[in-house]
Structures are given as structure tokens and as C-alpha cells.
């Protein structure tokens, strides 16, 4: 089984910090996505990254994927209010069907 | 361009009876898979529908079933229903069933069993 362990739980933060976010596998996987979930609503995906070493921006996200492809990482620069909610991690691999094993949750309060 | 549109959005039900959940996916998506996601937990897969057929399963009992339809949208049954079957049941639908397919998801449907 395969399993995405997530740290930290829980982060409380005030605007303009900087965070990180670290998502951790003993199994490799072809791909991992990041998505932010608020309350009462589905995930939103961010981003997917494939390759090793891998690493996208999306604004203030920097998102990197490591180069055994069993971690990644998310990094906030100056946190916003607007970017409190759950933050998961999900794994997918090659076959017929893309099942995605997500990971454990990191809920992120930014406050003023 | 509708999203993915699930219904109902809450539910109660009693132990032992059955549930239907129902998504409809995004326009021009033709799998649907689904999660279920615990309090404070991350979604964990249930099962995936392709061309009418249950494509990949989770590891849940056979009490949880599905269904996809010739327009795509898709039912997901839960027999015999328990306490911890409590969760929010969330939709995803992607085009084709292939890795790195972005998936994207509805509300879901919180279900509350009494």
C-alpha cells in the first residue's frame, strides 16, 4: 500500500511569512499533484509535476518534486490571507486507470 | 462550462440503509472516479468508471458499488450503511482514463449516518 505522509499537520501563520509544506513517500510514483481544498468544497488542483527534480511557480508557490520521485514540497513566499485551506498531496502511476493516493492534509491559517 | 455538479449536497441516513450518490462530470470528461474523504483527512480512492466499466478499485468492501451511464455521469451505492461510512464523497472526472490526466473534482455529498 502505497502511502503519502504529510508535514506539518497543522500551520498558523501571519501574512508575509514564509512556509513549506512537505509531502513524503517510500514509494515512488509518476506523478504528484497538489491541490488546495477550503471548506465545503472540492480539491482545486494547483499543479502536477512528472519529472525528477522537477520545479514549477505558480506566483508565490514553488512546488518541487524530488529526483527519486518519492517526495515534493511546497513553498509559499509572503503568505496571504487568501491562501488558508487544506493543502494535500496526490500521488498517481502509470496504468489503465490514474488512482490517486493522497496524502495526510496540511491545514494552513493565515492571519493577519 | 459546468464543472462537476454532485447531488445531493448533505444527507442523513440511518445505520443499515442504503445511500445513492450521483455526479455528473465535466463537460466533455469521460471518467469519473470516487473518494472518500473523512474529517480532517485526506480523500482516500474508492473506485474508477471508463466506457461503463469499473476500471480500478480501492480498498473498500463490496457493500460500496457504482454505476456509469452512456452520458458519462456516474451513481456511487452504499448498502448496509455504518457510522464510520460518515464522509464526504467526493466526484472527480478526467478526460480518458490515463495517468497525468488533471482531475477535477465536485463538493461532494456530506453523508451523516445516525
Known amino acids: 500500500t502505497q502511502l503519502l505522509e504529510q508535514s506539518p499537520q497543522f500551520l498558523s501563520i501571519q501574512e508575509g511569512e514564509n512556509l513549506t509544506v512537505y509531502c513524503n513517500s517510500s514509494?515512488?510514483?509518476?506523478?504528484l499533484q497538489w491541490y488546495r481544498q477550503e471548506p465545503g468544497e472540492g480539491p482545486v488542483l494547483l499543479v502536477t509535476v512528472v519529472t525528477g527534480g522537477e520545479v514549477k511557480k505558480l506566483k508565490r508557490l514553488t512546488f518541487q518534486f524530488g529526483d527519486a520521485r518519492k517526495d515534493s514540497s511546497l513553498h509559499i513566499t509572503a503568505a496571504q490571507t487568501g491562501d488558508t485551506g487544506l493543502y494535500l498531496c496526490a500521488g498517481a502511476n502509470t496504468g489503465t486507470a490514474s488512482k490517486l493516493t493522497f496524502g495526510t492534509g496540511t491545514r494552513l491559517q493565515v492571519t493577519l | 462550462d459546468a464543472g462537476v455538479t454532485q447531488s445531493p449536497t448533505h444527507l442523513i441516513k440511518t445505520r443499515g440503509q442504503q445511500v445513492t450518490l450521483r455526479c455528473s462530470p465535466k463537460s466533455g470528461h469521460d471518467t469519473v472516479s470516487w473518494y472518500q474523504q473523512a474529517l480532517g483527512q485526506g480523500p482516500q480512492f474508492i473506485f474508477q468508471?471508463?466506457?461503463?466499466?469499473?476500471?480500478q478499485r480501492g480498498n473498500f468492501p463490496d457493500r460500496f458499488s457504482g454505476h456509469q451511464f452512456p452520458n458519462y455521469s456516474s451513481e456511487l451505492n452504499v448498502n448496509a450503511l455504518l457510522l464510520g461510512d460518515s464522509a464526504l464523497y467526493l466526484c472527480?472526472?478526467?478526460?480518458?482514463?490515463?495517468?497525468?490526466?488533471?482531475?477535477?473534482f465536485g463538493d461532494g455529498t456530506r453523508l451523516s449516518i445516525l
Open positions: 514509494s515512488v510514483f509518476s506523478s
Open positions: 468508471y471508463y466506457e461503463e466499466e469499473e476500471r
Open positions: 472527480a472526472s478526467s478526460l480518458r482514463a490515463g495517468v497525468n490526466q488533471p482531475q477535477h
